[in-house]
């Protein structure tokens, strides 16, 4: 299955007028530009010639273009360098940041690891949006076996109604099982899904998998239109996608197994926004006994809110 997908790339490729331009790791350097025609290329296309100095990060398509390229890129077909780039290098230095991470991280705290081979007992489930660019992980410092966590567009948590989805069968575990002590939802600026529900039609189509998925932000988004009004679009979207994080937040009332654990004090419920605009973070907690968790009228009350910058 990998030559065509090779031979569609490389024929691509040659088929370009357009000069070619990439970085690349060979031997013990970092090259910055090659230029078609490029037989060095070919030769490395064939090859696995990742070098650990060159690893530290997952270079995206922009970061790797020279700065003064200018005119000279003109004409470059960018989604077939994305390509390119990640058939040469995403799996080369995946490995080696894997074998960093065994041989850095692993071997060193030996201990840890084999006891987390036995079992986990996480003290967060974390639900953070799919969005590459937040990841809780990186950014909050999580290390393994401390969050059990999901991933999905705008960090939604659907109720209970709506039946069974990845997400409340995720939270299902991690409360009664793993009886984590906290659920924290993160959103963040710029949320594409958040976006998606702001602009989304009343009557959306059944295979719309993403106006389906984000529809269960709807009451934040009437709450922020009905809060809202006066403000541009964008700054309506920032609005909802703080709204939403606290809907979800109610929303995780709705499952009793989730209230009666938070009325019992053996569970809390925290939302996290990450702006990664400004690299701020602001962190708060649903004050429980304040709140109004009525379906029709819900409200909601948040305290020890923290900012961090
Ligand atoms: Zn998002």
Not at 69 to 85: A, F, R, Y
Not at 160 to 182: D, H, I, R, W, Y
Not at 220 to 232: D, E, I, Q
Not at 248 to 263: A, F, T
Request: hydrophobic share 35%.
């Amino acid at each position: 299955m990998v030559w065509p997908i090779r031979s569609r790339i490389i024929s691509s490729v040659l088929r370009s007028k357009a000069p070619l331009v990439a970085s690349y790791v060979h031997g013990d350097s970092l090259v910055s530009s090659i230029t078609r025609p490029c037989p060095k290329f070919m030769n490395w296309v064939r090859k696995d010639g990742c070098h650990a100095s060159a690893a530290a990060s997952l270079p995206s398509f922009k970061e790797k273009q020279p700065e003064d390229i200018g005119n000279e890129n003109k004409g470059l077909d960018v989604g077939n360098m994305t390509e390119i780039d990640g058939y040469l290098n995403l799996f080369g230095l995946m490995k080696q940041r894997f074998l960093n991470f065994k041989n850095q991280k692993y071997m060193k705290e030996l201990d840890h690891y084999e006891s987390l081979a036995e079992a986990q007992y996480p003290k967060f489930m974390v639900i953070a949006c799919a969005d590459s660019r937040v990841c809780p992980s990186n950014i909050l410092g999580f290390q393994p076996g401390e969050v059990f966590m999901i991933r999905n567009i705008a960090n939604l948590v659907p109720m209970m109604k709506n039946g069974p989805s990845e997400c409340n069968a995720a939270l299902q575990f991690a409360v009664t099982t793993l009886q984590v002590e906290n659920i924290l939802v993160i959103g963040h600026s710029s949320c594409a899904g958040i976006e998606a529900l702001m602009k989304m039609q009343e009557d959306t189509e059944p295979r719309n998998y993403i106006h389906n998925w984000v529809a269960n932000g709807k009451v934040a988004k009437s709450k922020t239109k009905a809060a809202t009004s006066h403000l541009c679009f964008d700054q309506q979207c920032r609005f909802c996608e703080k709204e939403s994080i606290n809907q979800s937040l109610l929303n995780l009332l709705s499952y009793p197994w989730i209230k009666d654990r938070v009325r019992k004090d053996l569970l809390s419920i925290h939302g996290g926004y990450y702006d990664f605009s400004k690299c701020s973070f602001e962190k708060w907690t649903l004050d429980f006994k304040e709140c109004n968790v009525n379906e029709e009228r819900s409200s909601y009350v948040v305290k020890e809110k923290e900012f961090w910058c």
